[in-house]
């Protein structure tokens, strides 16, 4: 098994890297990773190596254009917009991950019931997806962080319980494909109890694809996070996050376009990095490519 | 066909009980007192002890859970979602005035995306493979990650900052009411263009890219392949008989779209300050306005419902697969 695992990611890998663009966006997010990581050393007090912490206050500098001391300009209240761009990776990378993982596990459980037993147990959760479905997601996701009060946990949790459904159903259909597989009747056979089949023999061979669908969560995620801080009821001020810059950059669109461009670019790059990333893994996933 | 119809509309009205039974469930499970829900934002704690027990007989919240419930739905059915916290005035009233400003808003958005994307979605599937088709989906894509509040503000910036063309934000211009009749349209039209842009440019990404594997799908059927071994042209194969059943499967994501619109709405409405339902949605959550939170969560659930209800029905007359398939 473990074999065989290896050899299958190892020619997907393969495939993986054929695209220049995916190689890219791989090597983007790793840089993100590593400013989200590193913030509190690369951005923290003049000695660092970009000589502002987050809510470093430069009042004779309020709302000033990019130069050298300031290489992304400053904002209202004369804060560092390059650290608090650093500090926001923080908060985009957390959620977005967290968010999905959260989503992921939801939405493994649900998927793993209905796609093992099928019958009742699918069409309960069948009508449950249905039911969430009828929800905006926006509208959702703003009523639960508004009523359990805006942090890191409550956009979490809304984004977590609001986008299981597709991981949901990509589980569901990936179990009725495999359930019916030779390894999975010899595993029944072998008179193994039914938690041990879904989670160490479906589950599995059910993951690459959902590493797909993560993927392309992990972007929905972030994207959903930055706009619920740009509406002002994301993670509470004066946390720095990308969505809360541009929510300020609103109100000062006449004078300092720096506060519209630098943040944008930040989410939308990561954004399209991970979408990338989960478009051209699943081509690599498929064998058909080669 | 009787059958599924009458199935299907038994699933929508256990799905309209679940939507209740949602709904009820989140008011129920915000932390502390349910009462902070019809006190509002004066808090309970400014409040003697008689009133407060009043006002809980009053919204019933001194009867059982299961009682309570029953007291929801019917407001429910009978559209009766009291008054806001924040002027007392009807919650369906102030709704009904709102809605006609998010419709326009995105009906034509929605024309927009639906007339470029599926156009633009099938002809990259009819060059599949090509340079210009790899470019095209790879355009799509970026569409789809650009954050719409970003592309609002650049566009802002662009067209009403920089070149000062067009309205920055609203819905009409101050001196609006000085206008004839022509200038009046004229001036609706040039505030819906950035709005409208915003809302239709992700939604035309998610046409394009679905109605392209819509058509993918097809070409790869025994059908097309039968159609042109039998001396069929690949224009005429691809215009007759790819195309027109691709088209079935466009109608469940536009059935599908509505909860998406609406989000959009909200994101949208607020930045350029338009007076719709995603606007005072917000409004609500901001100040804590809970009967207009849940009589607009409700009402944009069970339109969404009735939109997929409609959907499904279509597509089951329109693919004699589907309702063969349910019986």
Redesign the interface.
Known sequence: MTENASGMWTLTWRRFRRSK?AVIALVYVGFVSILAIAAPMIARSSKSLIPYGPNDVDVAHRLHPPDAQHRFGTDELGRDVLARMIHGARVSLTVGLLATAMSLIVGSFFGAIAGYYGGAADWIVS??I???????????A???V???GPSVWTVMIALGLTTWTNEARFVRGEFLRIREMEFAYAARASGARDSRIIFRHLLPNAFAPVLVSASFGV?YAI?TE??LS????GVPLPTATW?SI?AS??DF??YA?WL?VF??VA??LT??AF??IG?RFRDALDPRSD | MLTYVVRRLL?GV??FF??TI?IFV?VHS??GDPISFYTGMHGAQSLSQVVLAEIRHEHHLDESLIRQYGWWLRGVMTLDFGHSFIDHRLVTERIAERLPNTLILNVVAFLIAALIGVPLGMWSAARSGQTIERASA?TT??L???????VA??L??LFA?RLNVLP?FGMTSDEYLELNVMMKLADRARHLILPVLTLAYTQLAVFARFSKSAVTEVIRQDYITAARAKGVTSRAALWHHAFRNALIPLITLFG?T???L??GS??VE??FQWDGVGRL??EA??T?DYPT?LG??MA???A??IA?LIADLLYAAADPRIRLEAQ
């Open positions: 663009l009508r449950l249905e039911i969430v479905l009828c929800f905006p997601l926006l509208f959702m703003l009523a639960i508004a009523f359990f972007a994207l930055s706009a740009f509406l002002g009821l969505g541009l950059a609103k669109i006449e376009w519209v943040p944008g989410i939308f954004v399209a979408n990338i478009d | 699933y256990l799905t679940g939507i949602a989140l915000v932390p790879v894509f970026l789809y990650s650009l954050p719409s509040f970003w503000l650049l802002m910036e900052v920055l599908l509505l909860p998406y609406i989000s909200v994101i607020q930045i949605y917000l959550i901001l804590r939170v607009l969560s944009t659930a069970v969404t419902l997929s």
